[in-house]
């Protein structure tokens, strides 16, 4: 236990003498925000960062995704930890990139701040000496499941298959034979605390494409046929289902349009929306699902218009380790305090730690730092010492924990988790959920 603390105390150390450097990486990721699949400049400074401080570096992964090994050179569990480089699209956002209006609204900068924060602690030499098995930090595309028709640009080149990054690592062999995750994200709760436990809904992706027939709008609207009305139809009817929802199953449907039409003096013949359709289970994703599927359908119906629909593998519910969130808990309450420790409920939001969650033991604490509404214009990190340095040693701290004494709590841990399904079982689920139809009357 003693030892266990000393290497605690030079892991904490370490960060302390680089804590103006981790904060200022955080906050240049924020002034340059990229969206999924783009982000090469996040992508260079986190792999520059790992080179220079030693690690073994593989870029790359799932076009931008960039891993930095940890290896104690003895035998023990592999831990991830992870942290996403991705923004958001956000107009208007304070920190948001002029051209592109991407901004970073979700506080992924802090995330890579936090992840980078643990690496420079475990590479004290000291603490390193004391640790058995294998660390993986894994920086990963894509999060934020936006972008959905540039997405399935890049499925059909063959580029990605899945439209999140820790599932593209997962398909790509990154996670065969990792045993534990974890990844701390920002939050909005009670600020100045470290959130523990909770869960998120899963979610699949919609990209919709009414076709009409355009005609002159005022001189000969009769001869065509109007796929913004269908839409308009479609939309309501979705509307129309929601109290079929039920409450424990946490179900959110929430189309946008995308494309409206292509002129106001033309007919509408091209109307396209994207929607998720979010559950806290699948069985309540599919049947939605389906109600969506029937409403789009009957928007085409009603004007005579054709609707092509496209389903996508969105993200899997995601459940938390309890025994994982408690050697974390005890990590975080000594850095702020037991009453600083907060509970998290079941969030309706969703994250592809989901899907990592259904394969190796995982949490995904929260670091409450921010103000505004999350994927907000007014969103923004607050406190970086909580959102980088001492989220990133919780998390470190915690894998000292796991590692540490012959890696006992880890082989643990990593020998007792009953995985909700196999890699090769999570892979033909995520499949099991594409689809492509077209309808016409």
């Not at 991705?86 to 051209?99: F, K, N, T, Y």
């Not at 992840?115 to 590479?123: F, K, Q």
């Not at 640790?131 to 059909?156: C, H, N, Q």
């Not at 605390?193 to 998120?200: A, E, M, P």
């Amino acid at each position: 236990m003693a030892e266990r603390a000393n290497l605690k105390s030079s892991f904490s150390s370490a960060i302390n003498t680089r804590s103006d450097e981790l904060e200022r990486i955080a906050r240049d990721i924020l002034e340059h925000p990229e969206s999924g699949y783009r982000e090469v400049r996040t992508s260079k400074i986190v792999a520059d960062w790992f080179r220079a401080n030693g690690f073994e570096v593989q870029t790359g992964i799932a076009k931008t995704g960039v891993i930095g090994t940890y290896d104690t050179g003895k035998p023990g569990p592999h831990i991830a930890v992870m942290g996403e480089l991705d923004s958001l699209i956000v107009p208007g956002h304070a920190h948001a990139d002029q051209e592109t209006s991407a901004a970073h609204a979700c506080g992924h900068h802090a995330q890579i701040g936090s992840l980078l924060t643990t690496a420079s602690g475990l590479v004290e030499a000291s603490v390193k000496q004391g640790l058995d098995g294998k660390v993986s930090f894994m920086a990963t595309p894509a999060e934020e499941y936006i972008e959905l028709e540039y997405r399935e640009e890049l499925l059909a080149k063959g580029e990605i298959e899945f439209f999140g990054g820790k599932q593209e690592f997962i398909k790509l062999g990154f996670f065969d034979d990792v045993d534990i995750a974890m990844l701390t994200h920002t939050g909005g709760e009670t600020p100045g605390t470290l959130g523990i436990g909770g869960s998120n809904n899963g979610m699949i992706g919609k990209t919709i494409q009414f076709v009409g027939k355009a005609a002159h709008a005022g001189g000969s609207p009769h001869l065509g046929v109007n796929a913004l009305n269908a839409a308009h139809i479609a939309l309501a009817a979705i509307h129309a289902q929601r109290e079929t929802f039920r409450d424990a199953d946490t179900v959110r449907v929430h189309p946008i349009i995308t494309k409206g039409g292509a002129a106001v003096n033309s007919v509408p013949a091209d109307v396209r929306l994207e929607t998720y359709v979010r559950a806290s289970n699948v069985p309540a994703i599919l049947s939605t699902s389906e109600k969506v599927d029937r409403a789009l359908r009957a928007g085409a119906l009603a004007t005579g218009a054709t609707v092509n629909i496209s389903t996508n593998p969105g993200y899997l519910p995601a459940k938390y380790d309890p025994r994982l969130t408690e050697i974390y808990r005890h990590n975080a309450s000594s850095l702020i305090g037991d009453d600083n420790v907060i509970e998290l409920n079941h969030s309706s939001g969703c994250t592809d730690v989901g899907d990592v969650s259904q394969i190796i033991s995982t949490i995904q604490p929260t670091a409450n730092a921010t103000s505004g509404n999350g994927h907000g214009i007014d969103y923004l990190v607050e406190n970086y010492d909580l959102a980088v340095i001492k989220a990133g040693k919780a998390m470190g701290m915690t894998v000292i924990d796991l590692l540490a004494d012959d890696a006992e709590k880890g082989k643990k841990i990593a020998g007792t988790f009953k995985a909700p399904m196999t890699i090769s079982e999570y892979l033909a689920r995520m499949r099991s959920f594409r689809s492509s139809v077209t309808y016409e009357e």
